[in-house]
């Protein structure tokens, strides 16, 4: 039997929530789960209960930022050479840009 532990607020975390979503809506929420740097438990917590998902920058989110960005860097010339633009294409650019002056605001205030 694995030992009981609490969260880092002293809770017990014993209950489990599960749910479906399609290939399309998983790939979203683990491109926003990397590019938060919070584990997925707690992406989908905090989203849930609308509290603000703040992004610390660390050498893995560094490393997703420039995974995602290489990715966009594919799809715009994909668009370029005809294609339309998809939907989930323009929602990860908008959580990109948002992570990105998340992190110049940052850096402004030192």
């Known amino acids: ?29 683990e491109t926003a789960v990397r590019l938060s740097g919070l584990t997925k438990q707690d992406y989908i917590i ?5 509290h603000s998902v703040v992004v610390q920058g660390n050498p893995r989110v ?3 930022l420039r995974n ?5 860097l594919v799809e715009l010339g994909r668009i370029e050479a005809g294609a339309g ?12 840009t948002a992570i990105m002056d998340g992190m110049k605001e940052e850096t402004d205030a030192i």
């Open 85 to 96: 633009v998809d939907e989930d294409l323009l929602d990860t650019i908008h959580l990109i």
């Open 46 to 50: 905090r989203r849930l209960q609308n």
């Open 62 to 64: 560094y490393k997703a």
């Open 1 to 29: 039997m694995s030992l009981k532990s609490m969260d880092n607020k002293g809770r017990w975390r014993n209950k489990t929530v599960a749910f479906r979503v399609s290939p399309e809506e998983d790939e979203r929420i």
């Open 68 to 72: 995602e960005l290489a990715t966009v």
